[in-house]
């Protein structure tokens, strides 16, 4: 989506922040990593924004979480979650927001978006399982078995779908300013 002015691109930040905010409390409670919707806002405020508001608007959700608002899943707050077993998987949202971005601006190429968008997922379960396995003392092996393999598929569902409605976003967008 191009954002023309700098309010505009300050607000769909402010909006994409909001989403993450919204979604990512919910939960379906499947062991110590819960099922949410916070990926699907994350592949979405990649496709949607630039890469740095992209990056901002996953720092202001993070910032928000921090400061005791109940963002995170299962409507958690505060620093312990970050320094939790499933803290580097909020590190990693950066991760999947900046690969997604930098793609959708590179290229109209859905295939080629859709690899950066699972590339930065990749990254996102490599940085948040070994965060798991140092803060919990399991084995890599076990952690990608607990933390992985039960979302692999959903989460790059999540990918397609975030993918699949940022562009028709972009053409309704495209439409309405003509």
Do not use: H
Request: charged share 5%.
């Amino acid at each position: 989506m191009q954002l023309k002015t700098k309010t505009q691109t300050l607000v769909m930040t402010a909006m994409m922040a909001a989403l993450l905010a919204v979604l990512s409390p919910f939960t379906l409670p499947l062991g110590p990593v819960p099922f949410t919707l916070a990926l699907f806002a994350v592949f979405l405020t990649g496709a949607l924004l630039p890469p740095l508001p992209a990056v901002a608007a996953v720092a202001v959700y993070t910032l928000l979480g921090l400061a005791g608002m109940p963002v995170f899943s299962g409507f958690r707050a505060g620093p312990q979650v970050l320094l939790g077993p499933t803290g580097g998987y909020l590190a990693g949202y950066f991760l999947i927001a900046l690969a997604t971005a930098l793609a959708v601006r590179r290229t109209t190429n859905y295939a080629i978006r859709l690899a950066a968008a699972l590339g930065g997922l990749a990254a996102c379960y490599l940085l948040g399982t070994l965060w798991y396995v140092v803060s919990t003392g399991a084995g890599f092996l076990s952690g990608l078995m607990v933390c992985v393999a039960p979302f692999a598929l959903w989460d790059a569902l999540k990918a397609v779908l975030a993918l699949v409605l940022a562009r028709a976003l972009e053409r309704r967008m495209a439409g309405m300013a003509q």
